[in-house]
């Protein structure tokens, strides 16, 4: 008799040494029990290592996703040109199709500029078939600069990119959670789903660590807020 086919979520959760030290697989730091909204029998099921009750998996999961990362992809362009963009609209300034024009590229399969992702056909795909949420899938028209002609037509740019757009919030636990105007929140189910793709050019640090702002940036952040408040 063959076992069953395990789901994604089953083959990383087996590759974690889960069952012995189950509460480190968010943030070994955090006593989950005392976070806890539920209550369990003195039998429930506890962690080998630190003796906590175990959380109902509807929290656990709440807690994994919550436990992910900030993700910058690479700036490989900007916004092209004929785009309908007007920053005074506040937190919409986009109507119409986002149009991105690659002016280098380094190969990743998701790349980004001023708060707006774009991934390649291939990524976008993965994503559709994933459980993951947060997240929708949306056109994007695609060009190069003349520079890029000369000096990256080498590399290959794929024809097929879409752009990804963040819905999800921290406070509904989905995997992809836009935190700022331009900072990129993945749990670690979306940064595993990522890692199977190009991204050696994406910077990636912990979600509860602050990110680094330039003064430009402060500022361009600070208008929006005043435009978003009015």
């Known amino acids: 008799m063959t076992s069953p086919a395990l789901s994604p979520l089953a083959r990383v959760l087996a590759r974690t040494d889960f ?28 962690s080998a ?11 656990f999961m709440r807690a994994y996703r919550a ?10 362009g900007g916004l092209g040109p004929g785009i309908d963009y007007d920053p005074r609209r506040g937190s919409e300034p986009l109507v119409g199709p986002l149009h991105y024009e690659f002016a280098g590229w380094l190969g990743d399969d998701i ?5 707006y992702w774009i991934v390649t056909g291939r990524l976008a795909d993965a994503l559709r078939e994933s459980p993951l949420t947060g997240y929708e899938i949306g056109e994007v028209v695609v060009t190069t600069e003349e520079q890029f002609d000369m000096f990256y037509s080498h590399l290959g740019l794929p024809r097929d990119w879409e752009r990804l757009i963040p819905t999800g919030t921290e406070e509904g636990g989905e995997d992809f959670v836009l935190e ?37 940036m402060r500022k361009f952040l600070d208008l929006q807020r005043a435009k978003g408040e009015r």
């Open 49 to 59: 290592s630190g003796g906590f009750a175990a959380l109902p998996a509807s929290e």
């Open 111 to 115: 790349v980004t500029t001023s708060g």
């Open 67 to 76: 436990a992910g990362a900030r993700f910058e992809p690479e700036v490989a």
């Open 180 to 216: 700022t105007v331009v900072d990129l929140l993945v749990s670690d189910a979306a940064l595993e789903l990522l890692r199977r793709f190009h991204i050696d050019d994406a910077d990636i640090s912990p979600a509860d660590e602050e990110p680094e702002v330039s003064e430009v």
């Open 19 to 46: 069952a012995e030290d189950w509460y480190r697989w968010c943030d070994a730091k955090r006593d989950w029990a005392a976070e806890a909204t539920g209550t369990y029998d003195e039998d429930s099921l506890l």
